[in-house]
């Protein structure tokens, strides 16, 4: 049974820090792997999505890496901003299936 | 180009009584998969439409049914609602596997 874990479950730091948020699956036999942000509230806003086959994809001041292998992605957020404040959700699919698996989240505050 | 959209944003039901909640796929999307979040997790999968058939159910009681109907839109209905029904019902769809969710409706069952 697929399981997906990310740490930390909250993370405050100053505008301006480049910062890393990890995410960790058990079974590695996926099909791809999000990054979504949500606002307090809010649904969910894809911001990454890595196929199995890739290691890394970027957007912006976001890069997120896949190493399949190991059952590892994080998601690098360079210079942060106050507006990057959210919760940062990570998800996983299955080679064989179509639906998502979420971890818990990491809330992100950058304070000015 | 209009994104995922749902209806209600927000509802409030008893105990007992059943709700119906709508989604409306992206433009161009033929697949719709539904999600619960409860406060403080990630969304469960509650089940996906696709060619106005469920293709892939979560771990969830028969309470929760839906439907896709020929233009895409899709209903999610739950039954007797329980308090612990009280969450964000969030509507993603899709087309070859890469998921855009809609900002959700937020129920709360007194």
């Known amino acids: 049974k697929q399981e997906v874990t990310q740490i930390p479950a909250a993370l405050s730091v100053p505008e301006g820090e480049n910062l890393v948020l990890n995410c960790s699956f058990t079974d590695s036999a996926i099909y791809n792997l999000q990054w979504f942000r949500q606002d307090p509230g809010k649904g969910l806003t894809s911001l990454l999505l890595?196929?199995?086959?890739?290691r890394e994809q970027t957007s912006g001041r976001l890069n997120a890496s896949l190493d399949k292998s190991s059952g590892r992605s994080t998601l690098y957020i360079a210079a942060s901003q106050p507006g990057d404040s959210a919760t940062y959700l990570c998800?996983?699919?299955?080679?064989?299936?179509?639906?998502?698996?979420f971890g818990s989240g990491t809330r992100l505050l950058v304070r000015p | 180009d209009a994104g995922v959209t749902q209806s209600p944003t927000h509802l409030i039901k008893t105990r007992g009584q059943q709700v119906t909640l709508r989604c409306s796929p992206k433009s161009g999307h033929d697949t719709v998969s539904w999600y619960q979040q409860a406060l403080g997790q990630g969304p469960q999968f509650i089940f996906q439409y696709y060619e106005e058939e469920e293709r892939q159910r979560g771990n969830f009681p028969d309470r929760f049914s839906g439907h896709q109907f020929p233009n895409y839109s899709s209903e999610l209905n739950v039954n007797a609602l329980l308090l612990g029904d009280s969450a964000l019902y969030l509507c993603a769809s899709s087309y070859q596997r890469a998921q855009y969710f809609g900002p959700g409706t937020r129920l709360l069952v007194l």
């Open positions: 890595i196929q199995s086959s890739q």
């Open positions: 998800a996983v699919m299955g080679d064989s299936s179509y639906k998502l698996i």
